[in-house]
């Protein structure tokens, strides 16, 4: 079955660096993008952007640019999100989830099927 | 900051049927992208409920549809059970955030 398995709760200071990884399992890993998305307590969810594992593509939401960096390491089928320039305001629970292509008689759009557990990161003010 | 707007909150006693809605306008619902919803428990990661307006993964019970006309897209719970209770947000695609994917401000199901 797919799984998206993340790393451990994080605490960092302001205008440090976080950096959360997600390993994937039972799929190709490959075979379909990776998104990322975060949810501030309370709130609601926010896309950050999405990597391409094949070609190391990637896309970041406008709000991010500068500021998030996707990579991966294919062997380990593993990606990972560095967020930057830390603030107060970056504290949440960041998801990785696995993106899925869907065009019936409509434009392209993707949609998330499979999501990581979480990684809680504090930002302490 | 959210494209897509959803009501705060809706309410059933259990069997009733609620409807959630998720409006958006001409770069997004109305450009003919199709919204996809999701269920997120409390406490846990969101879980893929609809995608492609109308369709059901495995395993997503038929009490849960959804639908979509012009700017605008719902999802409906008939049957409303206990463990319906959660927080449920739409997803779309917007052209004007250079090819973003956007999410509604999302809906809290409370069952009374």
């Known amino acids: 079955q797919v799984q998206l398995v993340q790393s451990g709760a994080e605490v960092r200071k302001p205008g440090a660096s976080v950096k959360v990884s997600c390993k994937a399992s039972g799929y190709t890993f490959t075979t379909s993008d990776i998104n990322w998305v975060r949810q501030a307590t309370g709130q609601g969810l926010e896309w950050m952007g999405w990597?391409?594992?094949?070609?190391?593509?990637?896309g970041y939401a406008q709000k991010f640019q500068g500021r998030v960096t996707f990579t991966r390491t294919n062997s380990i089928a593993t990606a990972y999100m560095e967020l930057s320039s830390l603030r107060s305001d970056d504290t949440a629970v960041y998801y990785c989830?696995?993106?899925?292509?869907?065009?019936?008689?409509?434009?392209?759009?993707?949609?998330?099927?499979?999501w990581g557990q979480g990684t809680l990161v504090t930002v302490p003010s | 900051q959210s494209v897509l707007t959803q009501p705060p909150s809706v309410s059933g006693a259990p069997g009733q049927r609620v409807t959630i809605s998720c409006t958006g306008s001409?770069?997004?619902?109305?450009?003919?992208?199709?919204v996809h919803w999701y269920q997120q428990l409390p406490g846990t990661a969101p879980k893929l409920l609809i995608y492609?307006?109308?369709n059901r993964p495995s395993g997503v019970p038929d009490r849960f549809s959804g639908s979509k006309s012009g700017t605008s897209a719902s999802l409906a719970i008939t049957g409303l059970q206990a463990e319906d209770e959660a927080d449920y947000y739409c997803q779309s695609y917007d052209t004007r955030l250079s090819g973003s994917v956007v999410f509604g401000t999302g809906t809290k199901v409370t069952v009374l």
């Open positions: 492609g307006n109308t």
């Open positions: 989830a696995r993106g899925r292509y869907f065009a019936s008689q409509s434009p392209q759009t993707v949609l998330l099927d499979y």
């Open positions: 001409s770069s997004n619902l109305g450009a003919l992208y199709a």
């Open positions: 990597m391409n594992p094949k070609s190391g593509n990637t």
